[in-house]
């Protein structure tokens, strides 16, 4: 299995509150992405990173941060969770060219 | 608008037949294209991968088919076992155009092998 912790593994909260997920990875990957999964609309690309301090936006970003100040972390961050946001959230890394995205085994969050 | 289309949700087929799963695109820079299984509770996991330079792609009991002109690949089972009852993913990326290899998803196709 691919090095990759996503913590917490589930977690509830209310709306409004801010939400941090954290995506650790022991492989020394360039790239770390965060996906959302929700039914009827398979995986969604949220932000990605290629390197240290360098990310970007996915196709459905609004709501959400990213951070990533060392390579092995990526953290999500929900600044105000709102109901929308339930979903499972995974991680996916990957290092060169010709090579696929492993993931981690997601987080599961229920904003109430 | 879904450039990755996967439109069977499901697909039953009996323990040691062919299981064939289909996946078509719109994006034409789209140049890898890649098949994940997916059990409940658990993350994505890769399964095969094909590059738009090749039409075929085997490993084991899974073959993968691409067909750019029609923009339309399929994953073949051969023979299928419980085991492989899970969801299948097609993804696509557009390696070559600097996409810092995003992967765009289809919706998914739950596949259940009756013994």
């Known amino acids: 299995d691919a090095g990759i912790t996503q913590s917490p593994r589930h977690k509830v909260t209310e709306t409004g509150t801010p939400v941090t997920l954290r995506c650790h990875q022991t492989e020394n990957h360039r790239y770390m992405y965060w996906y959302r999964q929700d039914p009827g609309h398979g995986l969604r690309l949220i932000h990605y990173?290629?390197?240290?301090?360098?990310?970007d936006k996915g196709e459905v970003s609004d709501g959400y941060s990213v951070s990533r100040s060392k390579t092995e972390d990526f953290l999500l961050t929900l600044e105000s969770a709102t109901s929308s946001q339930t979903s499972v959230y995974f991680c996916?890394?990957?290092?060169?060219?010709?090579?696929?995205?492993?993931f981690g085994d997601g987080t599961r969050l229920s904003i109430l | 608008d879904q450039q990755v289309k996967q439109n069977s949700p499901s697909l039953s087929v009996q323990e040691g037949r062919i299981s064939i799963l289909n996946c078509d695109y719109t994006?034409?820079?789209?140049?890898?294209f890649l098949w994940y299984k997916k059990y409940p509770a658990e993350g994505p996991t890769f399964l095969i991968s094909?590059?738009?330079?090749?039409d075929k792609n085997e490993d084991g009991r899974f073959t993968v088919f691409l067909n750019k002109s029609a923009k339309h690949l399929s994953l073949h089972i051969v023979p299928s076992q419980p085991g492989d009852s899970a969801v299948y993913f097609c993804?696509?990326?557009?390696?070559?155009?600097?996409?810092?290899?995003?992967?765009?998803f289809g919706k998914g196709t739950l596949l259940t092998v009756n013994p």
């Open positions: 094909i590059s738009s330079i090749k």
């Open positions: 993804a696509a990326s557009d390696v070559g155009g600097g996409s810092n290899y995003k992967l765009t």
């Open positions: 996916a890394i990957r290092d060169g060219s010709n090579q696929p995205q492993h």
């Open positions: 994006n034409s820079m789209f140049d890898y």
């Open positions: 990173s290629y390197g240290v301090k360098d990310t």
